[in-house]
């Protein structure tokens, strides 16, 4: 995502835990009222070699139901796409600032967008907290056959998982959580999904944009460590 940084302001909020993902109501467009268990035991996608990170729900962070249903693709997708939010680098890296972070995303993605919702379908905090973006985005990840159509890249959003850093990376490296958390975010997801860990891009390779700033670079680097957490 592009947005200036003009248009943000620094987060501030309150968080909990959050593990699993929106129960299917929320592939309808309605409220994640409840958190549905860890993907484990019998769930195919749970057998993988990547366990699943902690992701807390829209429920959990206090997300806003969406203004209409959301789409849901019924196939898988073919990529993962890494963006930044352009936010200010905040140095508070809370649970409270990620979900602070997610609800500030979220707004501005309604309000200012005019969007149905979220338009990525994970975040990253700058702690390393992972939060779901668009509503459906986590049980559908869990389950790992379909997908929620996002609205982070135009021209990829049936078919690329995006997911959202949190801050402009422009000119500075991210934290090393951050950095952590994408590796594992992105070998989980490649996993469910059975995406090759070289079908990991950045924003730019899509649009003129300077989105995701000096992550772009490393992307050979995440690629590689995605890769060997595959195995």
């Known amino acids: 995502m592009n947005v200036p940084v003009s248009r943000r302001s620094v987060l501030r909020g309150a968080v909990l835990l959050g593990t699993a993902g929106a ?5 309808s467009g309605g409220p994640a009222a409840v958190a549905a268990p860890p993907a484990t035991g019998g769930t195919p996608a749970a057998l993988g070699r990547v366990d699943q990170p902690v992701i807390a729900n829209c429920a959990t962070w206090g997300a806003r139901p969406p203004s209409s249903p959301v789409s849901v693709v019924a196939s898988r997708p073919n990529k993962i796409i890494v963006h930044h939010t352009a936010f200010p680098n905040s140095t508070d890296y ?3 600032h990620a979900y602070a972070n997610s609800r500030e995303i979220q707004d501005l993605h309604m309000d200012g967008n005019g969007w149905l919702d979220s338009g990525q379908h994970f975040t990253n905090s700058r702690g390393g907290q992972l939060t779901e973006g668009r509503h459906g985005s986590l049980y559908a990840l869990l389950h790992g056959q379909t997908m929620v159509q996002g609205a982070h ?5 049936s078919q690329a998982i995006g997911i959202e850093n949190d801050g402009i990376y422009v000119d500075v490296q991210p934290p090393q959580a951050l950095w952590d958390s994408l590796v594992v975010f992105c070998a989980f997801t490649c996993q469910q999904y059975g995406i090759p860990a070289s079908q990991i891009y950045g924003h730019r390779d899509f649009a003129s944009t300077q989105c995701p700033g000096l992550l772009h670079d490393r992307l050979p680097e995440l690629r590689s460590a995605v890769a060997a957490r595959l195995g």
């Open 23 to 27: 129960l299917a109501p929320a592939l």
């Open 94 to 96: 809370s649970l409270a």
């Open 153 to 157: 890249c135009v021209g990829q959003n």
